[in-house]
């Protein structure tokens, strides 16, 4: 070989000794992989994932709270606004559907039904509204820190849920005031509201990211959600509605995820409720049924929601 020859062989075997040139994308992610840099927002595994989100609890809890207490401080009635909002709403509809439609001809304790049905969805309703904004209307805070974006749905949830719990010694007072006795079946209330959080967390995480990146998802939403109530027989009885129809269109009805909650808990607070249902022999789910039924949906929402969050975690806040 000659002396030119050798000199350009000898420089081509450097080169590929020196790896790869920086100079195009795959090169440039291969040389920071050799010398151990990583990209600063990639998504972490789920178990890390897991980990930070813990870590970060406090943070969630103080989020939730401070956003609860700032909601009203502008209104007159401050935090009372909580509890007279869903009041207010069970009134107007009491007045069209028990009244002038006449719903509550089935139902032996109508106002504690309906008002039990109000406060059950609006829980779901409002979780599922606040998660929906959660990453698009908090854009200036995940691109300012860095911190698990999946803490920001969850704060939502947290923070409605803090609010049901006002919500529901009201409705406990509303329950014995109208006659309904009080049963060791009350005990498991807080098993119900637990099956319930848990699928409005993984509700709150999926709508989380469809609201970050279809922008016209918060203008379709309050209707998708005006559908689900009129569907989730919050002012009506279902097995009543349902009974010269068809047996799977009344399961569909029941197996609707606010039905299962709301149905549940009415079996929980009101003795009437299926005392109702026996004796005008309608079919409907048995509540162990319902306890299934919750378990399923919670079960379904929280791991298909929190997956489908996490795989988009690197995208939040880009663009």
Known sequence: MSQPESAVADSRAGDRA??????GKESLAALAERHGLRRAIARPSLPVYLRQLWDRRHFVFTYATSRNVSKYSDSALGQLWQV?????????????????LGQKK????????????????????RSITGGAKSISGNLSLIRALHFPRAALPLAYTIQEFQQLAISMGVLFVI?????????????LIPFALLLQTIFNVGMSLLLARVGAFVRDMNQLLPFILRTWLYTSGVFYSIPAKMKDNPEWARFLLEFNPPSVFIDLMRHLLLRTYPEDLAKHQFSH?????????????AAV????GFWYFWRAE?????G
Do not use: C, H, K
């Open 18 to 23: 020196a790896g790869p040139s920086p100079t």
């Open 106 to 125: 089935d139902i032996t304790n109508y106002t504690a039904f309906l008002i039990t049905g109000v406060f059950v969805y609006s829980y779901t309703q």
């Open 84 to 100: 007279l909002t869903p009041l207010l709403n069970a009134g107007v509809y009491y007045l069209m559907f028990g009244l002038i």
């Open 175 to 187: 329950v014995l005031v109208t006659g309904e006795p009080l049963t060791w079946m009350w005990l």
């Open 314 to 318: 690197e995208r939040y806040g880009r």
């Open 301 to 304: 929402a929280l791991i298909g």
């Open 285 to 297: 789910s048995s509540l162990g049924q319902l306890w299934l039924y919750a378990g399923f949906w």
